[in-house]
């Protein structure tokens, strides 16, 4: 059974940054493709970044494409999301999510992944 758990969320002004962290057990990291989806009140959970299993391969959203980072340490089983130059738009509970695909592709579906950890809050404030 592989479980997800999400850490690092908190409260942060605008312009500001936070780190989030997913730590994968139960099987390898590096089986999977990972990803970070955000879901905020009123709204359908929304792909944010995604990355392949070996790692050659990312993906972004437009909304934080050049602010998000997304990484995986495969010896930690941990995936890591930066997130740069906050704004309050980015408040939302974030969700790691794996894919057991072994493909380069990164997919922004919900549905292509198949485990989700219980979210972490992150609020922006103005």
């Known amino acids: 059974q592989v479980q997800l758990v999400e850490s690092g969320g908190g409260l942060v002004q605008a312009g500001g940054s936070l780190r989030l962290s997913c730590v994968v057990s139960?099987?390898?990291?590096?089986?999977?493709?990972m990803g970070w989806f955000r879901q905020a009140p009123g709204k359908e959970r929304a792909f944010v970044a995604g990355?392949?299993?070996?790692?050659?391969?990312?993906g972004y959203s437009d909304s934080v494409k050049g602010r998000f980072t997304i990484s995986r340490d495969d010896a930690k089983n941990t995936v890591y999301l930066q997130m740069n130059s906050l704004d309050p738009e980015d408040t939302a509970v974030y969700y790691c999510?794996?894919?057991?695909?072994?493909?380069?592709?990164?997919?922004?579906?919900?549905?292509?992944?198949?485990?989700w950890g219980q979210g972490t809050q992150v609020t922006v404030s103005s």
């Open positions: 139960g099987r390898t990291l590096s089986m999977y493709a």
């Open positions: 990355i392949n299993w070996s790692g050659s391969v990312t």
């Open positions: 999510a794996a894919d057991s695909g072994r493909t380069d592709a990164v997919y922004h579906s919900r549905q292509s992944y198949q485990y």
